[in-house]
């Protein structure tokens, strides 16, 4: 009897050793970042630079600044961050979104009589001539045409008024606090305005799309109307796009209210930097200013 208890033993002992586990997985601890993290909780980050040197944060010009690492979500610089500002043409990014939601790119549009004179930056679309919806997001988000983004806006809802409504819809969706449109192009009229965290939202998002992403990249480019008569040369109001080889985007502003603004995307080995000023008296300079600083304090 004693022997039939120890067998009985023995084998219970085996089969718990050799008898196959259920898997589990185990969540590592994710890295402790200081400062502020905006990364989305269903979105893995991947590691912050680190701080390699003290070095004092530059004087800017900028009412308002930020600078972010968009690989782990932390931010590296910040300078009022919620302040509520006019945005001028930044406001562009999120009139490309919501045509985007709405048209699609092969559409083609006539352009009416009335869309001759705008105020503001024009690529001079002429009465009549019929282009792609593509090539006015060109127009619009390279050069910063104004004509180019009424015309998609009245296009895509049937007016301006009706197109600021579904702007405001995307802010919402977005998760937008401290935003609110009143026109596609960005003039300062009413409230039109957002704040440096929401514009990192609303440039993550705009950065999903590969073809918005790739237009903003574009230093100079050509488009034509369809039949191929009209021929509009587009360059860049980005002058970081054209002296910096790490620029890769992204969106310039401008009026007497807003100041300068500039909303740049930098490739930095690798890695996705994004900067933003707002208000500014020289927003090129204040974000290299920026940039440099950013590369001599941390490691990545």
């Known amino acids: 009897m004693f022997h039939k208890i120890l067998y009985t033993i023995f084998g219970f002992g085996l089969a718990v050793l050799f008898f196959p586990h259920v898997a589990r997985d185990v969540k590592q601890p994710q890295p402790q970042v200081s400062g502020i993290s905006i990364t989305s ?104 045409s104004n004509d180019a983004a009424l015309l998609l806006a009245t296009f895509t809802a049937g007016s301006e008024e009706r197109f600021a409504q579904l702007m405001n819809n995307k802010a919402t969706q977005l998760g937008l606090t401290n935003t609110h449109f009143t026109n596609p192009v960005g003039w300062d009229i009413d409230d039109n305005f957002s704040d440096a965290l929401d514009l990192v939202k609303v440039s993550k998002e705009f950065l999903k799309h590969p073809e918005l992403a790739q237009i903003v990249s574009t230093k100079q480019t050509t488009i034509t109307s369809t039949d191929g008569k009209v021929i509009h040369t587009l360059t860049t ?64």
Request: no cysteine; charged share 20%.
């Open 41 to 144: 909780s269903a979105a893995p980050s991947l590691s912050a630079p680190e701080v390699t040197t003290t070095l004092a944060a530059p004087i800017l010009t900028a009412k308002s600044a930020l600078a972010i690492d968009l690989d782990s979500g932390s931010i590296l610089y910040s300078k009022k961050l919620n302040e509520r500002l006019p945005i001028a043409s930044v406001t562009k990014l999120m009139t490309a979104l919501v045509v985007l939601d709405q048209v699609d790119l092969k559409s083609i549009l006539t352009v009416p009589e009335n869309d001759q004179t705008v105020v503001g930056t024009s690529i001079g679309l002429i009465a009549g001539e019929q282009i792609s919806v593509e090539n006015l997001l060109k127009a619009m988000l390279i050069p910063s």
């Open 237 to 300: 109001t980005n002058k970081l796009l054209l002296d910096n080889p790490e620029v890769i985007g992204l969106k310039t502003g401008f009026t007497a209210k807003a100041l300068g603004n500039l909303i740049t995307l930098v490739n930095h080995d690798g890695h996705k930097i994004l900067t933003i000023v707002l208000g500014s008296d020289n927003r090129e300079d204040d974000s290299q200013k920026l940039l440099d600083w950013l590369f001599a304090v941390y490691k990545w």
